[in-house]
């Protein structure tokens, strides 16, 4: 039983999981050490009357689903084209202005949401794909390619709702953005597991996850095996669309306006981060996509760690900066080898001693 136990945790240890896994393990010892309730869960009814789960770990969980998604869709661009798409958040931002202007035009009901968050999947998928072009069919760099749409995305967001910052108000928003009668656990960690399972279902029962990475890993290989990179490369793009969509929208149900300036901002640094926590390759290939959507969850711990800790918010980014690049790091491929190099000199001297005690 122990051997079993032994041998489980040397292959976590040496899998793509391990750094967020035990960066994970290392913030729920910090919290529980410095504030034994800190993941306490408690049960109690809010402004609406309904019974609903709270605490800091419902808040995590819940705080994180938009970045959870995200990260999702930069984990899939990462994988096939070997950079990262820095637009994400204006992109969401544009979605979230096309969702709130269908509303605003008609009586907000179950049919009129839908319609809402279809248009504005189309009309997201389409600036989305804008890049995919840039990126797919003229070879230029995704950061570089997606800059065009970071700097205009946002004023283009602010002019579909005719240069202001509108409201929506609705129960049904509410619903969405935060708690469905009689149900306890918030709407958007309904919306996030729902997707997961989707998405995983979407890539493991289909060869679409086996030829994005054939992309990434080598392109040129890819296209020999008869898989056509361009296409590919599009329909990660599209898979983004339909990401940046949910988190726009389900953003806008959070707060119950948009606002192009404050919408997810600075969502795409926190979203590649997740990527590179989760254990996953910043230049393409293979890709874990519970990996980066850990990562999300890890960096959303964080910051609730650091605001219970009093920590104002104006220095909030940099104590993040300062933990995130510590574990980029640990996890780095230079690291590891470090690592390896320490544990094969251990183990040869260890090996060496046996042999001269034996004799």
């Known amino acids: 039983m122990i051997n079993k136990i032994k041998d489980s945790l040397k292959k976590l240890l040496q899998s793509q999981l391990a750094i967020p896994i035990i960066a ?6 910090f919290n529980l050490i410095r504030d034994p ?19 800091n770990l419902i808040s995590i969980l819940n705080g994180a689903s938009e970045l959870a998604i995200l990260a999702v869709g930069m984990t899939l661009i990462t994988s096939a084209t070997k950079g990262q798409d820095i637009s994400i958040g204006a992109a969401a931002a544009i979605a979230g202005s096309v969702f709130v202007k269908i509303l605003r035009a008609n009586t907000i009901n179950v ?57 929506v108000e609705s129960p049904l928003l509410k619903y969405i953005g935060g708690f469905i009668p009689h149900i306890a656990v ?56 339909i990401c940046v969509t949910l988190a726009g929208s389900m953003n806008v149900c959070r707060i119950g306006l948009i606002n192009h300036e404050t919408i997810l ?7 590649i981060l997740a990527v590179a926590i989760g254990g996953n390759s910043l230049g393409g290939g293979k ?28 220095s909030v980014r940099a104590y993040k ?29 260890a090996n060496s001693a046996v042999k001269a005690e034996a004799k």
């Open 24 to 29: 994970l393990t290392v913030l729920v010892l």
């Open 37 to 55: 309730a800190f993941f306490s869960i408690a049960i109690k009814k809010n402004n609406f009357g309904n019974t609903v789960l709270s605490g």
């Open 111 to 167: 049919p009129v949401i839908l319609a809402a968050i279809i248009f504005a999947c189309f009309v997201a998928t389409l600036f989305c794909l804008f890049n995919g072009l840039l990126i797919a069919k003229f070879n230029i760099q995704p950061m570089i390619a997606s800059l065009i749409l970071y700097t205009a995305g946002r004023p283009i967001a602010y002019w579909i709702n005719g240069g202001a910052t509108p409201n």
């Open 186 to 241: 918030p709407t958007p960690i309904l919306i996030v597991i729902t997707f997961i399972i989707l998405i995983n279902l979407l890539l493991k029962k289909t060869t679409l996850g086996l030829y994005i990475q054939a992309v990434g890993i080598n392109e040129r290989a890819a296209k020999l095996n008869g898989i056509n990179p361009v296409f590919m490369k599009m329909i990660v793009f599209v898979i983004l669309g």
């Open 265 to 271: 901002l600075d969502i795409e640094m926190d979203a």
């Open 287 to 314: 890709f874990k996509l519970s990996g980066s959507i850990l990562g999300a969850y890890i960096i959303q711990a964080l910051t609730t760690t650091l605001y219970a800790m009093k920590v104002p918010s104006t």
């Open 321 to 349: 900066a300062v933990v995130i690049i510590t574990i980029v790091i640990l996890g780095s491929p230079v690291v590891k080898s470090w690592f390896k190099q320490i544990k094969n000199k251990l183990s040869q001297n």
